[in-house]
């Protein structure tokens, strides 16, 4: 069983950086893709982007294209979410999970860690 643990998460003000890190254990990392989510107070879990196991592919909301840069590192079983020119409706609990197939739809994603608050202040 694969456990999944995000860090990185914190308070930073309106065009400012952070980047979250997903670390995994457990059985395996070597899943297809990797996912990023965030949920905001009083919403619904919203899917940020996802990246192929290789990492030459990724895909993002459109919200968050252009700012955001998923990478990993499958030596380290450690997936990364870059957060740059961060915006206060950016402020949520960040998710990763796991899939076994590229997709945007949460509903293939089986592993979920348990989430690190971001807090963008205007």
């Known amino acids: 069983q694969v456990q999944l643990v995000e860090s990185g998460g914190g308070l930073v003000q309106a065009g400012g950086s952070l980047r979250l890190s997903c670390a995994a254990s457990?059985?395996?990392?070597?899943?297809?893709?990797m996912g990023w989510f965030r949920q905001a107070p009083g919403k619904s879990r919203e899917f940020v982007g996802t990246?192929?196991?290789?990492?030459?592919?990724?895909y993002y909301a459109d919200s968050v294209k252009g700012r955001f840069i998923i990478s990993r590192d499958n030596a380290k079983n450690t997936v990364y979410l870059q957060m740059n020119s961060l915006k206060p409706e950016d402020t949520a609990v960040y998710y990763c999970a796991q899939a076994l197939a590229f997709t945007i739809h949460n509903d293939a994603y089986s592993v979920w860690g348990r989430g690190t608050q971001v807090t963008v202040s205007s």
């Open positions: 990246i192929s196991w290789s990492g030459l592919t990724t």
């Open positions: 457990g059985r395996s990392f070597s899943t297809p893709a």
